[in-house]
Nanobody, 121 residues
């Protein structure tokens, strides 16, 4: 079983920046893709950004040019640098990871508990 622990959320003014971190621990042989999702009140959870273990990235159109996802494979940690934040970025942000506990095990998806990001003046 894999545990994901997020940190770095909070309250920020429009135009400000925040950096989210998500550390994975537990029974990990390999982590493939890692990503950040968000869910605003009354809306469905949506993909914000994802990154493969090789470093390829994918972003939602709404955050391109403002957010940057990165990872440290040695630390099993993924980051989300969020710049030029807007009120519409307000949501609970969730970390996701697809991992194997051994070379012959299937990929299993895990979720963090979520961290609140509020963009408001």
């Amino acid at each position: 079983q894999v545990q994901l622990v997020e940190s770095g959320g909070g309250l920020v003014q429009p135009g400000g920046s925040l950096r989210l971190s998500c550390a994975a621990s537990g029974s990990i042989f390999r982590i493939n893709a890692m990503g950040w999702y968000r869910q605003a009140p009354g809306k469905q959870r949506e993909l914000v950004a994802a990154i493969t273990n090789g470093g390829s990235t994918n972003y939602a159109d709404s955050v391109k040019g403002r957010f940057t996802i990165s990872r440290d494979n040695a630390k099993n940690t993924v980051y989300l640098q969020m710049n030029s934040l807007k009120p519409e970025d307000t949501a609970v942000y969730y970390c996701n990871a697809n991992s194997q506990s051994s070379w012959f095990s299937p990929l299993v998806g895990s979720w963090g508990q979520g961290t609140q990001v509020t963009v408001s003046s």
